[in-house]
């Protein structure tokens, strides 16, 4: 198998090198080496190999990835910044083969059509894009539309092994209540403003679906596919260039001294996400010269856009107490009352649950447009008011209490995780010295626009989640540790409460004090939603762009992005299918320019 920790001897020079083994980078590993196996193609990934790795395979280990102690996640930490109350915040990111997909939620979001086209490059629009979205799936939900699904794809979508029908249903009929229906397929890049049951990277027995295991693995353990090299624990420090052309890369083996280089004849891709590409970019002389020059590093190309425009969505997670039974949620697991090894060794049904049921997408109501004051209302209706397929906000429904289980007493919890899309704030990330020791500069730039409309977008979201919620007949009251501390006697602080407040409560009422809480909350706790993009973006170069519509970038030539890099403007959706996505189109066009297969 050409898995390898340390790289043999013999391998000093492959036709293609691809620098991170992440979600794209195994879509695209997998089709080059189907397009001629003759190809030798070598990738390079920091962190460790996954296969078979029990809390990889099992969806209902997700929690275990972000834990402080995981070695299968990176952590970039921002700096202290304003926009969240001077904090820093930490912004998980893959760290192992198959990248983010091997350790993401599992929750299965396409983009919106608008999405697709709002990117404005030939060759990208959703039509365009949607052969690679069927492409990529072997889906197994309820399809209202036609031919917008793919029936014979490596990935399998499906509703897993297990759900809580009580919650999920729950939620549906009080979110009707307000007026978002159950939708069918919400993920048709059509349809919006209502709830779904949730559609899962998990295969009808179970599994995760995570592009090292669906693609690469089975290339690399079939015999067919003897060209295919795969370097784990090995980081990628810079791109070597002859004058302007690629020709191979620099890396650091984790266990051994001294940096090895690898040559590469025709390509190289990086493709380690969207804060650790641009990293190598300016490693390797490629970036804004005078923070090039600054970082003690020869330019090569003078592109100001590498690891600017960074965005990602705004996450916060609101928990509930709720009258479910230990059945029905996670929190037994969570909290250390049930045993992971006695659920593998029962084959249990649980394993393959994410734990996550409802997803959806909402926009809100005119007057709720009003209520968010007139500078909301001026973006709403420049930005959204027309255009029905964008929604503001994305709600799922967890089944566990998702923060320290020691913090909270024993019980059974569901909460809402809301993330707000399109923002309109931007952070980067550049390197600060030559080396892989040598700290990032990284802003989120959350919460951080000048008019603060994206506070706005989460205020609006936590008072309407919180309004599903108060309608659930599980309901039994907030988390109070967990949501803003509203005024004791202000008829929208949190409540406990024995029995349910019914379908037809009346809405809750914020007063001007009640709103500055929730800001100043909302500031304090704002987190990542694990979405990062758009640090290397395609676009026109002379408008901040890094990547033509071939995906190569500016400047130098042989070189080309493959991840959540390019995207040039957000999604409304969680990304892991857009990598997907950009992996399969990706593929397509390096075959295409190597002259491989047909
Ligand atoms: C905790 C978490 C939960 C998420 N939940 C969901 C979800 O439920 N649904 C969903 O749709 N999306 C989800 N996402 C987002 C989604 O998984 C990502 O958007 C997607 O995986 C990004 O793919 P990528 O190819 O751009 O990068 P990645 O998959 O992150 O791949 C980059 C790879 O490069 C490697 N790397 C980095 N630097 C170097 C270097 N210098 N040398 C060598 N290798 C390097 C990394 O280790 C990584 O394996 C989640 C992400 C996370 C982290």
Redesign the pocket.
Known sequence: MGLYTKLPDDILEVDVII???????CVVASRLADADTNLSILI????PNNYNVPTIINPIFLFT??LPNSNT??FYKAGHEGGVANREVVV??????????S???????RAQRADFDSWQTPGWSADEMLPYLKKLETYHGPGATEGRHGYDGPIHISSGTYNARRSEDDFIAAAKVLGYPEIVDIMDLDSNNGVQRSMR?ISPDGKRQDTAHMYLHPRLNDGKHPNLHVLVE????RVLFDNKKAIGVE?QPLAQDGVKSVRARKMVIV????L?TP??LERSGVGNAEILQRAGIDVVANIPGVGENYSDHHLLIYPYRTSLSPNETVDGLVSGRVDPAELIKNHDKVLGWNAMDITGKYRPTESEVDSLGPTFRKFWDRDFKNNQNKPLALMSLINTFPGDPTSIEPGQYLSVSAFSVYPYSRGSIHITGSGLQDILDFKTGFFADAQGIDIKKCVWTYKKQREIIRRMDVYRGEVAAAHPPFATGSPAACIKTEAPLGRDVAPLEYTEDDDAVLEDWLRQNVAST????GTCKMAPREEGGVVDASLGVYGVESLKIA???IPPLNVA???????IAI?EKAADIFIRELGLGN
Do not use: C, Q, R
């Open positions: 620098a991170g083994g992440g979600t794209a980078a390079i990934e920091s962190g990835h972000i996640v990176i998980p990111s893959g760290g192992v083969l198959g990248g983010g997909s350790v993401n939620f599992l929750t299965y979001s990277f090995s980081k990628v420090i890396f493709s380690s996400g969207a650790g990293s190598v694990w979405h990062s993009l991840d959540m890099s959706a969680n990304t892991n299918n857009t990598a992996g």
